[in-house]
């Protein structure tokens, strides 16, 4: 690193410390020509992986975008945003895993509705709404009904009683 006081560029890291759910890294610096201390984040970043729209364009990857439509979809229902922060993070990880350098935005679509799945059913029908981009009303309430007919815990006592 160049040291912004002196433009050294000898330094030697005196601390680091995880940032953003250990996505990223803080550093304290000393240099070593003046003794000027500073900081400096490093993001690990995967600028390789490119995301495959459905009219076949190209764009990186990106994060808040992804963090962004999870938010969005979720919004003003009573949703632990550290639920979001670990889905969005799950999915981030799934993604470097599984794919090498390029994915489908549909596969992160159904992804994101795997998650959101399992958060609240509201925010899973608004994502999909968006996502799937449904051709009428009827295909709507087809989703909605799937969503009612998952199986509920309750259904096993139910049947004791009937
Ligand atoms: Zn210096």
Redesign the pocket.
């Known amino acids: 690193m160049r040291?912004p006081?002196?433009?050294?560029i000898e330094d030697r890291v005196i601390d680091s410390r995880p940032v953003n759910h250990c996505s990223g890294i803080r550093r304290r610096r000393v240099?070593l020509?003046?003794?000027?201390r500073f900081t400096t984040y490093e993001q690990i970043e995967r600028a390789d992986l490119l995301v495959i729209k459905r009219d076949g364009r190209h764009e990186p990857f990106d994060r808040h975008k992804l963090n962004a439509g999870i938010v969005r979809a979720c919004e003003k229902r009573p949703v632990k945003l550290e639920d979001l922060d670990r889905a969005v993070e799950e999915i981030v990880q799934e993604l470097e895993t599984n794919y090498g350098r390029e994915v489908h935005s549909r596969e992160i679509g159904a992804k994101v509705m795997a998650k959101l799945h399992q958060i609240d059913d509201v925010a899973y029908v608004r994502y999909a709404s968006v996502y799937r981009h449904f051709q009428d009303v009827g295909e709507f309430i087809e989703e909605v009904k799937a969503l009612e007919q998952k199986p509920k815990v309750d259904s096993l006592q139910q049947d004791l009683f009937t």
């Open positions: 040291c006081k002196c433009k050294s240099c020509n003046c003794e000027y």
